[in-house]
């Protein structure tokens, strides 16, 4: 006999509540069996000396047709990136810059411009050029504006993804004013109570150099963004629960899960998700570029992605701001810790001290598995591959 049993929405609710840990542990499962089928082939770091790393990007671009004055420019910004211990935006990115260049994803010898302007102002067309160039532009333009007027607002379409926002701010805090760098992405994020991405993990940089102390902030509004699951996944690491979701929408350990439709948790819940909205607002439907799901993800289209980069001169409001930064900061740092043996750090401390380890060694640590692909990379461009600083290091970690 067949028996029908009917349930109340509380009933419903109760039993989905309760046979959710049960779909927890089955994902985890699965998850670890198709985690461990991928990096069976996987471990290990091995070292790369930094200019190894700038020659192998340029042989790479200029394969592609890039002029050599933009190689250099590309290859500095990604060698940074993994100098600063940002290695989810360096020579991880390298790939996805080629395939964007050879489908004219982004085009290879487009120029910004200037749509219009005023004295503080400017609306800049990227005109799908790499957004390295973009952001370049559009950050001098920015400080030659602040430096005139006290601040430059500078917003960009049909740009293309930027990596390290915060390389841009740099720029500006050479010429002694703040620098501030945001933009929207392709969709990747979850909203509160979704399980679909509706929003980038839209990035915002700051930075501002005193005489003494260094702030620099580069955060993704998601948990963390998606070049940090991809570097996890290529050094045979787990993920922590909270950073992304898997194709059910249930939290996962598993980069591999986590990668075949990424679903990331905004950081700090409602917060990340409010803070990436007024930046896709302020990037995307301000500058009249694409936002949110309109965001395409075809590598046969240019992105046309939107980007706000701010310069200011503190001094203009201020003449001894960057006196009173330094006892802001001061007074941050030297607050008491709760651990002693944990110093009070200000953000950008922790990649200052990945420099001095780099410096050291005058080496980068890379997992054999990436390693491994650009010497498939290496092989399609007709390029030398990359060469060893040393046989081989347990572990990125070691130095």
């Given at each position: 006999?067949?028996?029908?049993?009917?349930?109340?929405?509380?009933?419903?609710?109760?039993?989905?509540?309760?046979?959710?840990?049960?779909?927890?542990?089955?994902?985890?499962?699965?998850?670890?069996?198709?985690?461990?089928?991928?990096?069976?082939?996987?471990?290990?770091?091995?070292?790369?000396?930094?200019?190894?790393?700038?020659?192998?990007?340029?042989?790479?671009?200029?394969?592609?047709?890039?002029?050599?004055?933009?190689?250099?420019?590309?290859?500095?910004?990604?060698?940074?990136?993994?100098?600063?211990?940002?290695?989810?935006?360096?020579?991880?990115?390298?790939?996805?810059?080629?395939?964007?260049?050879?489908?004219?994803?982004?085009?290879?010898?487009?120029?910004?411009?200037?749509?219009?302007?005023?004295?503080?102002?400017?609306?800049?067309?990227?005109?799908?050029?790499?957004?390295?160039?973009?952001?370049?532009?559009?950050?001098?333009?920015?400080?030659?504006?602040?430096?005139?007027?006290?601040?430059?607002?500078?917003?960009?379409?049909?740009?293309?993804?930027?990596?390290?926002?915060?390389?841009?701010?740099?720029?500006?805090?050479?010429?002694?004013?703040?620098?501030?760098?945001?933009?929207?992405?392709?969709p990747t994020m979850m909203g509160p109570n979704s399980k679909s991405a509706s929003i980038g993990s839209n990035c915002f940089a700051f930075?501002?150099?005193?005489?003494?102390?260094?702030?620099?902030?580069?955060?993704?509004?998601?948990?963390?963004?998606?070049?940090?699951?991809?570097?996890?996944?290529?050094?045979?690491?787990?993920?922590?629960?909270?950073?992304?979701?898997?194709?059910?929408?249930?939290?996962?350990?598993?980069?591999?899960?986590?990668?075949?439709?990424?679903?990331?948790?905004?950081?700090?819940?409602?917060?990340?998700?409010?803070?990436?909205?007024?930046?896709?607002?302020?990037?995307?439907?301000?500058?009249?570029?694409?936002?949110?799901?309109?965001?395409?993800?075809?590598?046969?289209?240019?992105?046309?992605?939107?980007?706000?980069?701010?310069?200011?001169?503190?001094?203009?409001?201020?003449?001894?701001?960057?006196?009173?930064?330094?006892?802001?900061?001061?007074?941050?740092?030297?607050?008491?810790?709760?651990?002693?043996?944990?110093?009070?750090?200000l953000p950008g401390e922790l990649e200052r001290m990945h420099m001095n380890y780099v410096e050291d060694l005058r080496a980068l640590a890379?997992?054999?598995?990436?390693?491994?692909?650009?010497?498939?990379?290496?092989?399609?461009?007709?390029?030398?591959?990359?060469?060893?600083?040393?046989?081989?290091?347990?572990?990125?970690?070691?130095?």
């Amino acid at each position: 006999p067949s028996y029908t049993v009917l349930l109340d929405e509380n009933q419903l609710y109760t039993m989905l509540a309760l046979l959710r840990p049960a779909l927890w542990l089955g994902s985890c499962l699965r998850g670890y069996h198709m985690h461990a089928a991928s990096t069976q082939q996987r471990g290990d770091t091995s070292l790369v000396l930094v200019d190894e790393a700038r020659r192998f990007i340029q042989d790479c671009l200029l394969r592609v047709g890039v002029s050599p004055s933009k190689v250099r420019c590309i290859s500095e910004f990604l060698v940074v990136a993994d100098y600063r211990g940002n290695y989810g935006s360096g020579l991880n990115r390298l790939d996805y810059y080629l395939s964007d260049l050879q489908s004219g994803h982004a085009k290879v010898g487009a120029e910004p411009s200037i749509i219009s302007e005023t004295v503080s102002t400017a609306h800049v067309n990227g005109n799908s050029a790499l957004g390295v160039f973009v952001g370049n532009f559009c950050m001098d333009l920015a400080v030659k504006k602040a430096e005139d007027s006290g601040i430059g607002f500078v917003v960009a379409q049909q740009s293309h993804d930027i990596g390290m926002a915060s390389w841009f701010t740099f720029r500006a805090a050479g010429k002694g004013l703040a620098g501030i760098v945001m933009s929207n992405s392709a969709p990747t994020m979850m909203g509160p109570n979704s399980k679909s991405a509706s929003i980038g993990s839209n990035c915002f940089a700051f930075c501002v150099k005193g005489e003494e102390y260094h702030f620099v902030l580069d955060m993704a509004t998601s948990v963390k963004d998606i070049g940090a699951v991809e570097w996890a996944w290529a050094n045979d690491e787990y993920i922590p629960h909270g950073w992304a979701a898997n194709e059910g929408g249930l939290s996962t350990c598993f980069p591999s899960l986590a990668l075949r439709t990424p679903l990331l948790f905004p950081a700090g819940g409602h917060k990340g998700y409010c803070l990436s909205a007024v930046i896709d607002i302020l990037c995307g439907v301000l500058s009249g570029a694409q936002y949110a799901t309109h965001i395409t993800m075809d590598q046969n289209q240019p992105s046309n992605l939107g980007q706000v980069f701010i310069a200011l001169d503190p001094e203009f409001f201020l003449p001894n701001f960057m006196e009173r930064f330094d006892d802001f900061c001061g007074r941050i740092q030297n607050s008491q810790p709760a651990d002693d043996s944990e110093p009070i750090r200000l953000p950008g401390e922790l990649e200052r001290m990945h420099m001095n380890y780099v410096e050291d060694l005058r080496a980068l640590a890379y997992p054999n598995s990436l390693l491994t692909k650009y010497k498939e990379v290496a092989e399609r461009l007709c390029v030398k591959p990359i060469e060893l600083a040393f046989d081989r290091c347990q572990s990125r970690k070691s130095f």
